[in-house]
């Protein structure tokens, strides 16, 4: 510590601009050795596909620094685990010790994160918290994976652990672990993983020595205190230029399987005063009788990850959490109290109320806008492997890439990371393969699927798979936006829904929709599944002709949705050599009859639209788009309710913006 500087608002620092750049980017630094030891021994291929996150906080449990590739929602709750343990521990922590944690109830996410904090002593004193969080395959429960659509309470979604000690004064406490993994399917992966997030923490301590080594346990503990009030600054700064006032907004989780018909409503409230970002999510439904539901720590890192994502300049620590701020009402969809299932939250409520962040965004920082993003969603298998006899347990855990919404200048990014966890990386099939008797069979962009507009969604892709030699073995899929489907703002259309299939184009077809478990599955069973494009922005009918015609070639669009969607008309010459060419005169005519009808389209009677889809007369698509009709895929029923509930939204996204 050199000098004092004075920096925004009159606030006095104690470290001179070089030292603080130097040990703000070493806090970094030291996450992300964390995060480089996790990937590099860790059992789980989940883990390895970088389901997981990394965390320094302070004495206090507030985070310092996370890491560059962490998982939005997993760092939004860290420090509310490491606060859990020092409420739950307080005087009684001590060097050596090390904790566990996947509680949703008390911070956490749900209970297949799993986090390991290990306190930092510096000469008897706490000075700081290093934490790991992973995503185990399996934590015990009902279902291979620990995602059962059906369960109501917690106790069928596996194993939850308050905040417990398994490492005392440098003790690995076996029996404890051995009570826990025993509990899980494949216990001796379980118990890779944890060792190897105990050693992940382990160099994060190591780092932080080699720092204080360095400059000193003073400047250290400054640092952290320094790093935290920047982010604040600059926060507050930034709110200091942005207009005061409130916006709000819906989005909707499909359904309460014990409801039936009807959209299930977020309420996203939004207020900005002159230092404050204030959220209220009053009016959102209560929790439904499945595990889409959120508790209060992953509904309260949804607002951050929503609002971060428009303020890429500044860092994430606890100094933004300060400055951004919920109400979150109990009992409901985004705070559901134990025991109540929130297993599935992230793809229930944490999305949507990220969609929903982006949207009121979008109308402040029009320049940043960017449309509803594709759903994480997540299909397992699991039971016994049988190619060599062994009758070893397998997990194929596997989520997709999918489509971003469009933004204000451009189409949204194809096949990427859910926003959920942009860090995420897609499985390789090769890798999937050989640890599991599954054999990928399709992996591809599917071409329609992003949501129409002067900017389009990016696409998502179909992926799909056949079981070889197993046994005794079943099937969980833990996803949405079958109902609600993604949308477009400024006038942009919709993409397509989502949903999981057995058996396609067999006779034993069958559609299995977006949430289920435990659905026997055989060798030689086949199953696919799409992932969405996200919707568009801006009015489809104001897209640049030549950008229909590229999306053409590239087979993004097809000719017929080119037309359709954006009124384009568009004659093939030869696809091989792909010469393609507009016909300029009935795109003139094309466009002209969307604009005189597509109102209309809106306020068409549903059930006659359900007639006409039955005829062949339309197709989902346009069902979706044209006329913003839901419907059960399953019995190929309009659902009257949601649909409703829907073109409401249509009405607020996309007609409000239209000519």
Known sequence: MTRTQITHDETITSLDPVTFEVLKNGFINLVDQMAEQMLRTC???????RDFSCALCDAEGNTVMQGTQDISVHVGTLHLTAKAVLEDFGDDIHPGDIFLVNDPYRGGTHFNDTRVVLPVFYEDKLIALMQTNGHWADVGGSNPGSFDITAKEHYGEGVRIPPIRIVSKGKFLKDVVNV?????????????????????????????????????????????KEVQDYVERLTRAKIKTLPKGTWETVDYIDMDPELGDGLIPIHVKMTITDDEILYDLSGSHPYISCFLNSGFGAALSGTYAGTKTFFPEIPLNSGFYRVVKAHLP???????????????????????????????????????????????????????????????????????????????????????????????????????????????????II????????????????????????????????????????????????????????????DDEQFLGTIFSNVAVKSGDSFTRPSAGGGGLGDPLERDLYAVLEDVIDEYVSIERARKDYGVVIKEINRKLDLFEIDYEGTKLEREFIRKNRKKWLEADPLEVERHYLNGEVDKLDVIRRFGVIMDYSTNKVLLKSTEQYRESMRKRSLAYWN
Not at 183 to 207: C, F, H, W, Y
């Open 447 to 506: 071409t329609d699927s992003a949501g129409p507009g002067k900017y389009r969604g990016g696409c998502g892709i179909e992926k799909g798979g056949i079981l070889t030699n197993v046994k005794n073995t079943v099937m969980s899929y833990c996803c949405d936006r079958s109902r609600s489907v993604t949308w477009g703002i400024f006038g942009g259309l919709p993409s397509i829904p989502h949903g999981a299939w057995l058996n396609p184009g067999k």
């Open 43 to 49: 059992y789980s291929f989940v883990i390895y596909n």
């Open 180 to 224: 826990l993994a025993m509990n899980m399917r494949i216990p001796e992966e379980r118990i890779g993983d944890l060792r190897s997030q105990i050693e992940a923490a382990k160099v994060g301590q190591t780092q932080l020595f080699e720092i204080i080594k360095k400059y000193g346990i003073d400047t250290t503990l400054t640092a952290f």
């Open 330 to 444: 109990e009992n409901s969809v985004v705070n559901a109290p134990s025991p109540i299932a929130v297993t599935g939250y992230c793809s229930g409520s944490f999305e949507k109320i990220m969609n929903a962040c982006f949207e009121l965004w979008s109308n402040i920082m029009p320049e940043r806008a960017i449309a509803c993003s594709f759903n994480l969603e997540y299909l397992l298998i699991g039971g016994t492997d049988k190619r060599k006899d062994l009758d070893d347990y397998f997990m194929w855990y596997d989520w997709m890439a999918g489509g971003h919404g469009g933004r204000i200048d451009r189409d949204g990014a194809n096949t990427t990371s859910p926003v959920f966890g942009v860090g995420l990386s897609v499985q390789p099939c090769e890798g999937q393969e050989r640890l599991s008797p599954v054999i990928t069979t399709k992996h591809e």
